[in-house]
Every structure is written in structure tokens, then in C-alpha cells.
Nanobody, 123 residues
Framework: QVHLAESGGGLVQAGASLRLSCVAS????????MAWFRQAPGKAREFVVA????????FYADSVKGRFAVSRDSAENSLYLQMNSLKPEDTAVYYC????????????????WGQGTQVTVSS
């Protein structure tokens, strides 16, 4: 069972940038599809971006395409989410997930979750 821990959230103004980190307790490359999801108050958990289990392919939600970028540091067992040009509608708790699905885009496809990190974007 892999354990995940996110960090890097905070309160920023619209237009600012943040970099979220997710450290895994074990190697995830070639073992898990990885993904970032987010959940705003009163809303369902929403897909943000996925990193394929093998090959490094990525898939972004339309709402973040061109502004967010996912990356991995295999040596550190870490996943990152660089968020630029943040908007108030990006406000949510952001979760890192490790999934046995090759390219996970739905929460049900993921078995392991971090505790989440809060991102708040003020207008």
C-alpha cells in the first residue's frame, strides 16, 4: 500500500503561481497511474491532470490546460503540480492519487489518496 503526502498549498491572489508536491512512500513510476484531483466546498471531486502509469503521457482537464503542468521526480518518488495564472475558481483542496488504472481520470479509478492540501485564490 502506497502512502501519499501533499504539500505546497496556500492563499494567493489571482494571477499568482503555486507548486504542489506529492511525496510517495514507494516508487510509483511504472507501477501506478498518478493523478491530481481537487474538491471545492459543496462540489464533487474533480479531475485535474493524470500522468500515465508507463511512458509519461499526460492528460489535462480543459479548465487547467495551458496553466497547470504535472511532472515527476522518480529519484524522490515525488509528483508535482505547477499551477500558474491561478483563478478564484481554482480554489479547492487538491489531492494526489495513485491508481492502478493506466491513465486515471475518475476518482473511482484510484485506490490511494493523500490527505489533501488547500489552495485558496482570492480575487
Amino acid at each position: 500500500q502506497v502512502h501519499l503526502a501533499e504539500s505546497g498549498g496556500g492563499l494567493v491572489q489571482a494571477g499568482a503561481s503555486l507548486r504542489l508536491s506529492c511525496v510517495a512512500s514507494e516508487r510509483t513510476e511504472n507501477r501506478y497511474g498518478m493523478a491530481w484531483f481537487r474538491q471545492a466546498p459543496g462540489k464533487a471531486r474533480e479531475f485535474v491532470v493524470a500522468l500515465a502509469q508507463i511512458g509519461g503521457g499526460t492528460f489535462y482537464a480543459d479548465s487547467v490546460k495551458g496553466r497547470f503542468a504535472v511532472s515527476r521526480d522518480s529519484a524522490e518518488n515525488s509528483l508535482y503540480l505547477q499551477m500558474n495564472s491561478l483563478k478564484p475558481e481554482d480554489t479547492a483542496v487538491y489531492y494526489c492519487a495513485a491508481c492502478t488504472h493506466f491513465l486515471p481520470v475518475r476518482p473511482i479509478e484510484c485506490e490511494y489518496w493523500g490527505q489533501g492540501t488547500q489552495v485558496t485564490v482570492s480575487s
